[in-house]
């Protein structure tokens, strides 16, 4: 008796400012993202492409697809992961993403791995 398939990516990201990109006079503010994506299913599965909405404080979204990440499209075994670190820059101290990738598994199938909203907060500086 065969146990069934089951298609699944677990998705965590953690956020940092990085002010020595940034230029808040000019409403320039940099983050780097750190994301680590999981094969918790039974099937292995590539990492085909990745779709992005980033949305600013101010509520203007930008929208970013291509394909793999950091130039790369990995193949996550059962229980694998795959980190990778990258960046965005927006117009306001505040935002979120919140996006999927594209995974085929091995037997052809297609599912998203969803990517949960997370912020993108500069932090307050005390003087």
Known sequence: MSSAKH?????????????EQSDVEHNRYAFAYHVKIINTGNVSAQLISRHWIITEANGEEQEVKG?????????????????YTS?????TPMGEMRG?????????????????????????VLH
């Open 100 to 124: 999927t990738y594209q995974m085929v598994a091995e037997d052809g199938a297609s599912f998203e791995a969803i990517v949960n909203i997370f912020v993108l907060a500069m932090p307050r």
């Open 87 to 91: 960046g965005t820059v927006i117009n």
């Open 7 to 19: 298609y699944e990516c677990t998705v965590t990201v953690e956020t940092v400012f990085i002010p």
């Open 67 to 83: 394909l793999g990440v950091v130039g790369e499209q990995p193949l996550l075994s059962p229980n694998e992961h795959f980190e």
